[in-house]
């Protein structure tokens, strides 16, 4: 069970470096007075799509509950930390 939570949560950590790489990308090409092609949701979604299906693929290794639920950890973690820097 604890392998397919370290799965969700690393597929987690890809999809929050990648989606804060494009915001970055998005934000230089406004500035810039260019136009942008969002916000990757479907890269995003397939990386999650990718955990859940090498767990659904390997049970014997992962869980799959573990990783689905594995796949929020750094969402939920980046929320409780801005409540938490707002309140200081």
């Known amino acids: 069970?604890?392998?397919?939570w370290i799965l969700g949560?690393?597929?987690?950590?890809i999809n929050a470096?990648?989606?804060a790489w494009k915001i970055r990308r998005l934000s230089d090409a406004?500035?810039?007075?260019?136009?942008?092609?969002g916000i990757g949701f479907g890269t995003?979604?397939?990386i999650a799509i990718l955990a859940v299906w090498a767990a659904y693929r390997y049970p014997e290794v992962f869980?799959?509950?573990t990783t689905i639920?594995?796949?929020?950890?750094?969402?939920?973690?980046?929320l409780l930390l801005g409540i938490i820097s707002i309140k200081k």
Request: proline share 0%; charged share 10%; aromatic share 12%.
């Open 1 to 4: 069970m604890f392998a397919g």
């Open 9 to 13: 949560t690393l597929a987690s950590l």
């Open 17 to 19: 470096h990648y989606l």
């Open 30 to 37: 406004v500035l810039a007075g260019r136009r942008s092609r």
């Open 44 to 46: 995003r979604a397939a």
């Open 63 to 65: 869980a799959v509950w």
């Open 69 to 78: 639920t594995g796949l929020i950890f750094v969402q939920l973690a980046t």
